[in-house]
Nanobody
Framework: QVQLVESGGGLVQPGGSLRLSCTAP????????MGWYRQVPGNQRELVAS???????HYAESVKGRFTISRDRAASTLYLQMNSLKPEDTRVYYC??????????WGQGTQVTVSS
């Protein structure tokens, strides 16, 4: 079964940092892109950061310079290092994987709360 599991969310003060982790089947890393989304009003999800199977990374404008996506193929783990967190970053964050068909596999989500 395809199972993605996020961890690392929590409560942090503005300006603080968190690192999210996502474990996924190793097979996904060889053929799929991976990314982090966050829930927005209307129950929609916006792409925060992504990394292709070749290692090319992309970021939403709102997080450029603050967030870094990376993955460890050996550990079958995707990471999102979040620095300089802002209250507007408060969201449920989801790990996702997708291939050429654009079908997305999803994790269960992890809550990130940025508040003083």
């Amino acid at each position: 079964q395809v199972q993605l599991v996020e961890s690392g969310g929590g409560l942090v003060q503005p300006g603080g940092s968190l690192r999210l982790s996502c474990t996924a089947p190793g097979s996904l890393f060889s053929i799929n892109s991976m990314g982090w989304y966050r829930q927005v009003p209307g129950n929609q999800r916006e792409l925060v950061a992504s990394i292709t199977s070749g290692g090319s990374t992309h970021y939403a404008e709102s997080v450029k310079g603050r967030f870094t996506i990376s993955r460890d193929r050996a550990a079958s783990t995707l990471y999102l290092q979040m620095n300089s967190l802002k209250p507007e970053d408060t969201r449920v964050y989801y790990c996702s994987s997708w291939g050429k068909t654009e079908h997305h596999y999803w994790g269960q989500g992890t809550q990130v709360t940025v508040s003083s």
